[in-house]
């Protein structure tokens, strides 16, 4: 079952990400609890993250944990400590989704679009818009 | 792609989970943004919440709010404040996920299945074996 944000195609949940301090140890716990299989393995300097994509059952839960202190997910981890970080949705354009939430009052922390993982274009929603929920639009 | 826990069947990513103050008024904004239909209402007096799904795309998004202060949920609330709450996996065997799990090492909250939400039992993975995160393994 697809949805849509207006004429943009919304696929579902593409992946959930969860931001910890030993990405190493981090997958080898899920890949010894639920059996997940290594999907990617990425670094992403402009985010400042080594990532990680798992596969568990058809879903997708990705891994990340800051390449330095100061970067986005260096002061979640001191702020709050390992867990949930944001939750992806997958859409068929990624600059149409991006417009359609804007016009909807969506705080958008990316105005425009940039470089994700596995070379698709991503745009992240402040989660002050989503009740304490940092969503991030990933393109097909 | 189906995945496994041992002989269990993982099958995915059941919901993503979202613990806000305001139910209605989180209903309201993902309906707004992303065209969420509401899949299901229910109050579960066990976990003390109100709940909703809501699909997005062909996922499935939880909010949940509390029905008292003295509650997981409240007491996560008035700790962290709004945002992700737990990761939900859902497998064809509920009971044999639970002994697999602990098996491997998991730190069970529920040593045995316990009704979730749409009548399917449900059981909870302390967030000290999965790197903070709160998981809920949900029954077909």
Redesign the interface.
Known sequence: ??????AV?????HH?A?A??DLD??VA??R??????IELEERNEEQGVDAVYL???????E?VSPLEEDTPVGRFLAK????????A??VDDVDGAVGE?AS???QMIDDEPRPGLAGKRVAF?H?E?????LAEIVGA
């Open positions: 079952m697809e949805g849509t944000i207006g195609q919304l696929v579902g949940v959930v969860l910890v301090e140890a981090a716990t899920y010894t609890l639920f059996d997940a299989e596969r568990v059952g058809d879903g997708r839960v891994l709050r400590g390992e867990g949930m970080h944001h939750v949705f997958e939430l909807r009052g969506a929603v989660p818009s989503l009740s304490g929920v």
